[in-house]
């Protein structure tokens, strides 16, 4: 378990978002991370998945369904190379991005709305979009008020997805 840790934190220490650039995401598995329920952990560009779930996940790595997760997370990258081309400067804007929404219910909210994880969303199916990626579409994802926007659209990410793609 600490190994594991220190492995991750190291990540986040060691590499750059540069680093990854121009290669396939890399797969990681790890025998405690993520957590029991979670199939991902994307981290510091890589994707984590547990050991007892493998089996599972290599036959998903063949699927459409995992080529929009890759992209999903190669939107993250590209934004974290805006971010000075720093894994520990872009995941503090992250927290800060997920803490300014508040406290109050509901707390998905937090994490769908924020501009990073709406950015991700709204563009993960277009295999294009981080071809010539420059962060100058961020502030498209930036919502005033976001808990409420969240709420009036019916309170599920699933529809805060469906809005961001549709921007
Ligand atoms: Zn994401």
Known sequence: MFKELWTLINMLFQSNPSSILGKDLEVVVMKHFPFKGYKWL??????????????KIQKEMLT????????????????????????????????WEWLKCGFLAPMSANYVTSKYESEAYANEDDCTYCNDYDGSNL?????????????????????????????
Not at 46 to 55: H, K, L, P, Q, S
Not at 141 to 164: C, D, E, H, I, P
């Open 64 to 95: 459409t369904k995992f080529a929009i997760s890759k992209n999903h997370e190669r939107i993250h990258l590209m934004q974290a190379l805006t971010c000075n081309d720093s894994w520990v400067r872009y995941y503090l804007s992250y927290l």
């Open 42 to 55: 994307m981290w510091c560009g890589r994707m984590v998945c547990r050991a007892d779930n493998e089996g």
């Open 139 to 167: 502030p498209k994802y930036t919502f005033k008020n976001r808990k409420k926007l969240y709420k009036q659209l019916g309170g599920t990410s699933k529809a805060w997805k469906a809005y961001v793609k549709s921007l």
